[in-house]
Structure formats: structure tokens, C-alpha cells
């Protein structure tokens, strides 16, 4: 039977790179799956004025992308991307049509915010707008605990700290 792991976090988390070395270990486990980025799949302009992240939009998709991938044989999706409430985790596992556990990647806000002015350093617009995102989410996710667990992505590489969440969402 399929199911999916959908890891979530703050912006600079490390989401989408720990989502796709998530991705690696269960090829070399033999497990077919398919990794998707729910940033990459809302990202279209303009966005509505009553839906700013695109979340409609976002929905509309991750529910035909999940179906093309499970008809294709995968058994386990990764999706990468913000959960902020309990609503939208069950709208999340509804579209996928599959058993949904998720995953918090935590890291300490000092780090994000390290990464973050590296990932932005030509950028300051986009850097000032994503630290107040990062101290926003960090707070809403503290607040709406849409986790099954988590998992302390501070320090490791992506691959050390996929291997954590996939032993952990093994083990649940």
C-alpha cells in the first residue's frame, strides 16, 4: 500500500534538500517513490489576492501529480513544503490519496537565518522578506503542531539528516 511523508519546516530548513536525499535512500532501498517540491508546484504569478502562497493552486496540483505518480507505481511520496495548520494537512492528505505522516525538520533560527543569508546574499529584498518568514513560521508551526515527529536538521548534511527522518518515519 502507498503512503507519503511530507516534510515540512521553516523556510531554510532544508526541506526540498532533505526531501530528495530522502529520495536517494529509498532508491538504494529498491522502494519506488517520486519526490515533490510543493514550492515548485505553486509557483506561478500573479497569485490570487485572497490565496498569496497559491495553496488552491497547489492543491489542484499535488492532487494530479500524486495520481500520475502512484499510477506509475511509486508506493511512497515525499512531498517538501510549509504545512501551517491542522486543516491543511488534512487537505494535504486528502489530495494524495495516500496515508500521510509528517515530518518537522527543526533547525534553530540562528542557523536558518545563517543559511538564509547565504542562499540570499545578492539578494537583500528577498533576504529581509524570508527572515521574517522564517521567525513567522517558526512560531506557527510551534503553535499548530501538524508534526508526527521531528527531527533536528541543525547540524548534518542533507543525506545524515534524511537518514534520520526515514528511520524515524520507519519506526512510527
Known sequence: MAAALLITGTVGAGKTS??????????????PHAVIDLDWLRRAWPAPPDDPFNGGLTMRDL???AADFTA???????????VESRAERRAHEEVLGV???VCRVHVELREVHRRLRARHSLDPQGLD???KRARELA????????????VDGTEGLP???AARVVEAWQAG
Open 63 to 65: 492532487r494530479a501529480v
Open 129 to 131: 522578506r524570508h527572515l
Open 99 to 101: 496515508p500521510l505522516a
Open 159 to 161: 543525506a545524515q539528516v
Open 18 to 31: 532533505v526531501a530528495e536525499a530522502a529520495g536517494d535512500l529509498l532508491a538504494a532501498a529498491a522502494v
Open 139 to 150: 512560531s506557527i508551526l510551534d503553535e499548530a503542531r501538524v508534526a508526527d515527529f521531528a
Open 72 to 82: 506509475a507505481g511509486a508506493e511512497r511520496l515525499v512531498p517538501a513544503g510549509v
